[in-house]
Each structure stands twice: as structure tokens, then as C-alpha cells.
């Protein structure tokens, strides 16, 4: 089960990519977060309530939902969104690869978990395999736009990690994974759009197949059930190894982009592909637990 939930997360965050590319254009990139989780997390709720499965929560319950929220639905993907626009893709990727690390940190700290030696050496061979794939795209060359990029990378990654860890209080305290995670995207939709009102922008609108069969991809296949599938894992194998996730996806994405954007793959890139699936086997072999 734990297998078949890595796989279905591979390929809806792995296709995202290429969904979030299909959406530039006129309509500003935080319009566009808006939009994803606003009708993600309106389509959750509404779903819970039908089914009457939404559970009762405490104000306290409440104030991490809207923390959970800002991290995971909010703060990191603009991160992530604006970083693109200073550096190229690969070099964000490998910025968020670097969760496994934050979360194997902020584990500890809020937690007490420990790491094994073998969660580490798959970590290792993960991102060794990473920086093979983008070694074009990680020629830093140390220009302000530069580090502007790899700063706002590694404050989405910050984000998400510290998100990951709220995930991990609501469980503990036997919140309902689906009643925390809507109300986490409706929080974080509205976080996004205070911030919208706050920097100007406008509301745009894209009426192309593709801007709209992107966004419909992206509310209910990458959100609603890739976070879903990657919070339960979480909880179930623990956030380093969840994390690993962050390190795959890439690979997927570089599939999808040969056959849609003609991206050549080269020898580096089945070196760096070795690699991150040997990391893989390491990771999600044994034990699955923290």
C-alpha cells in the first residue's frame, strides 16, 4: 500500500510541472496559487460535509490548521513560484530536495526522532543523483538574481518542512488527516489572496483549454490528491522518507517533459537517474517506519 501510494504521488506532483508551466502567462502566478487552492480546498469541504465526515475542532486545532495552511498552501509555493523567475527549475528542484534534510532536522527537534544510517546514505545517493540530472542548471554564478532565487527556494523549502511537522501535531492530536488538510487549503487560499490585495495584483483570468485544464489538474489531482496521499504517508512512514518524494518527482517530470517540450536525456541524466532510484530502493526498503 505504502508502494502504490509513492507511485500515485510521483505521478501527480511528477505531471504538476509541466501544469504549473502550462499556466504562465497573463495571469500573475499568485492569482494562479490562489485559484488551485481556493477551488481545492472549497471542493474538500464541501465533499466532508455531504459525506458528514468533516470532525469537530477546537479554536487551538483551529490556529495550527491556519499555520499548517501558510506553510503547505501558501508560503512555500510562492516561494517556489517566484524562484523560478531568478533561477532555472533544476536548481529549484534541488533547493526542495533539500526537505529530506530539513525534515530529518525538524524531526529531531520537535520530535525526538532518529535517523538511520541508511536513511542517510539514500538521502545521499538521492541528492548526488540530482545534482547529476540539473549540472547544467546548477552553474550558480553568484549575480543578485541568483541568490535572490536559491533565498526564496530555500524559503519555500523552510516551509514546507515546518508544514510537515504541523502535519504531524494534528495527527498526534487524532485530527482527521481529510478535516485538517481542507481547512488547512481554505486558510491558506485566504492567506493568498490577503497577500494578492496587499501586492496589487489583479485578477486575471485565462479561458484556454489549457490554462483551465491545468488548474483542473492541479485542484484535484496534484492537491487534493497528492497532498493527501503524501500527508497520510507522513504520518505513516515519517517525514525524511516522505520527503524523498521531493527528489523523485524531478525524474518524472523530465519524463513527461521529453515527450511533451522534446527535453534530449543525456548520460549525466541516466547516471543521476541510477542514483536516485538506487536512493529509493534504500529509503522505502525495511522498516517504513520514522
Not at 540530472?133 to 536559491?150: Q, R
Not at 504517508?233 to 522518507?241: H, N, Q, R, S
Request: contains cysteine; aromatic residues 14%; hydrophobic residues 55%.
Amino acid at each position: 500500500m505504502i508502494i502504490i501510494r509513492f507511485l500515485l504521488i510521483l505521478c501527480f506532483w511528477g505531471i504538476s510541472w509541466i501544469a504549473i508551466a502550462w499556466q504562465a502567462g497573463d495571469v500573475p502566478s499568485l492569482v494562479s496559487i490562489f485559484y488551485r487552492f481556493a477551488f481545492a480546498g472549497a471542493i474538500f469541504m464541501a465533499a466532508l460535509l455531504v459525506r458528514r465526515r468533516l470532525q469537530s475542532s477546537s479554536l487551538t486545532d483551529h490556529a495550527f490548521f491556519i499555520l499548517q495552511g501558510l506553510l503547505l498552501f501558501c508560503l512555500n509555493f510562492i516561494g517556489f513560484y517566484f524562484a523560478t523567475i531568478y533561477i532555472a527549475s533544476g536548481l529549484v528542484a534541488l533547493v526542495m530536495s533539500s526537505a529530506i534534510v530539513l525534515n530529518g532536522i525538524n524531526s529531531r527537534f520537535f520530535y525526538g526522532d532518529t535517523l538511520s544510517r541508511k536513511t542517510v546514505m539514500a538521502a545521499g545517493f538521492g541528492l548526488g543523483g540530482l545534482v547529476l540530472v540539473f549540472l547544467e542548471d546548477i552553474s550558480i554564478s553568484y549575480d543578485a538574481d541568483t541568490i535572490k532565487g536559491i533565498i526564496l527556494a530555500l524559503l519555500g523549502t523552510c516551509s514546507f518542512s515546518l508544514g510537515n511537522m504541523v502535519t504531524i501535531r494534528n495527527n498526534m492530536k487524532n485530527i482527521d488527516l481529510a478535516t485538517s488538510t481542507a481547512w488547512a487549503m481554505c486558510y491558506g487560499s485566504l492567506a493568498t489572496l490577503g497577500l494578492i490585495q496587499i501586492m496589487g495584483f489583479s485578477f486575471a483570468w485565462d479561458p484556454s483549454v489549457r490554462y483551465i485544464g491545468a488548474l483542473i489538474f492541479l485542484v484535484l489531482g496534484a492537491s487534493i490528491g497528492g497532498f493527501t496521499l503524501y500527508l497520510r504517508l507522513l504520518t505513516v512512514i515519517g517525514p525524511t522518507k516522505a520527503a524523498y518524494i521531493l527528489i523523485v518527482t524531478p525524474m518524472i517530470a523530465l519524463i513527461i517533459s521529453s515527450v511533451f517540450e522534446g527535453y534530449q536525456w543525456h548520460m549525466n541524466t541516466f547516471c543521476g537517474l541510477f542514483l536516485v532510484m538506487t536512493g529509493n530502493i534504500m529509503m522505502l526498503g525495511g522498516n517504513p517506519g520514522r
